[in-house]
Structures are given as structure tokens and as C-alpha cells.
């Protein structure tokens, strides 16, 4: 047993016998306001630390889910459309390319596992992860050919997007949460 200037008495029993500890305030020596700090410090980091998703959207309600409308579909019809100029249909048709081989489509969008889950209505909603650079990047340059268009595109921010369905290393498919903004 060995008491230390703090007054606690610290001894620790193994297989082979005891020996003692030393005190946890002998030892550590910090101060109640140098560990409030550092908690209070690590807390305001904890934001920065939290992955957050991104999505961008129009102002046309999906029939299934009845939230806006990603810009993927809006995208792929200006690419066809006579009224777009070759450069932007160039820009959005290089881009859509790069996206068809580089992110994956999820097979569902919902989170039934019943057999007939391609029946139902589908909740999910796509989200791609703020460590996705590439593709927002992407996303970026599509979002300023359709607002060219007079289709203003809104990108949302959210830490929390629902009960994801489908994940890999660059998008999140979820069923949103009722507090989830999602368009």
C-alpha cells in the first residue's frame, strides 16, 4: 500500500501478488480549469470532425419520394435539348460521362427487405460525402450550367440524412428523418 501527498491510498492485487499504483493526482497534476478547457476545446472540434452530406436540388417535387428532384435527371435533359449551346452541352455531357463511371447506382432506394421492394415507392434520397471532392467538384460545374438555363439548383448541407440504405466511399442513399432538410 502506498498513500500519496493527496492522501489516497493506491494498491492493486495480480496473480503473483500486490504492488502498488500511483495516484491518478500525483501523476496528472492538472488543474479543474486546464481539463475544462480541453474538454470545452475538444467539443468545438467535434463540428469539424462530423462528416456532413451534400446534395443538390431543383425546384421540381419526385412523384415518389416528394422531395425536390436531384439534378442528375434535369442534367441529362438539357444535354439532349437544341437549346443549349455545344460548349454547355459539351460541359454536361463530359460530366454525366464521368459520373456514369464513377459513381455507382444503388440497385434500391429503399429499406424494405421484402421481395417485392421494387414495387414500393422509393424514400431514399442520395447524398454524397463532403470528402467526395471529385464529385462535387463535378456536381459544381453542373449546378452552374442548369442555373445558366434559368434552373436555379440549391445545395443542401446536413449532418444527419435518415436511415441510410446504400454507402460507399463517395455517396449515402437514406431515407430521410422528419427533421432531415431534404429539399
Not at 416528394?66 to 443549349?84: C, I, K, W
Not at 445545395?155 to 454507402?167: A, D, K, P
Amino acid at each position: 500500500m502506498t498513500t500519496c501527498s493527496c492522501g489516497v491510498v493506491r494498491t492493486s492485487r495480480t496473480k503473483r501478488g500486490r504492488f502498488s499504483t500511483p495516484c491518478f493526482f500525483d501523476s496528472a497534476r492538472r488543474s479543474t480549469d486546464s481539463v475544462q478547457t480541453e474538454l470545452t476545446s475538444t467539443l468545438d472540434d467535434w463540428d469539424d470532425l462530423t462528416m456532413r452530406f451534400i446534395r443538390f436540388v431543383v425546384a421540381q417535387r419526385h412523384p415518389d419520394s416528394g422531395v425536390e428532384d436531384g439534378t442528375f435527371g434535369l442534367a441529362y435533359e438539357l444535354r439532349e435539348s437544341p437549346h443549349v449551346e455545344p460548349a454547355d452541352r459539351n460541359v454536361l455531357a463530359e460530366n454525366l460521362r464521368w459520373f456514369e463511371k464513377n459513381l455507382r447506382t444503388p440497385t434500391r432506394f429503399n429499406r424494405t427487405k421484402s421481395k417485392g421492394f421494387y414495387r414500393r415507392k422509393t424514400r431514399g434520397i442520395a447524398w454524397f460525402k463532403d470528402s467526395a471532392t471529385e464529385h462535387l467538384t463535378r456536381m459544381h460545374q453542373i449546378k452552374t450550367v442548369l442555373e445558366q438555363y434559368g434552373h436555379p439548383v440549391v445545395m443542401l448541407s446536413e449532418g444527419r440524412v435518415g436511415y441510410v440504405i446504400y454507402e460507399d466511399a463517395f455517396q449515402v442513399i437514406a431515407e430521410p428523418f422528419s427533421d432531415t432538410q431534404s429539399g
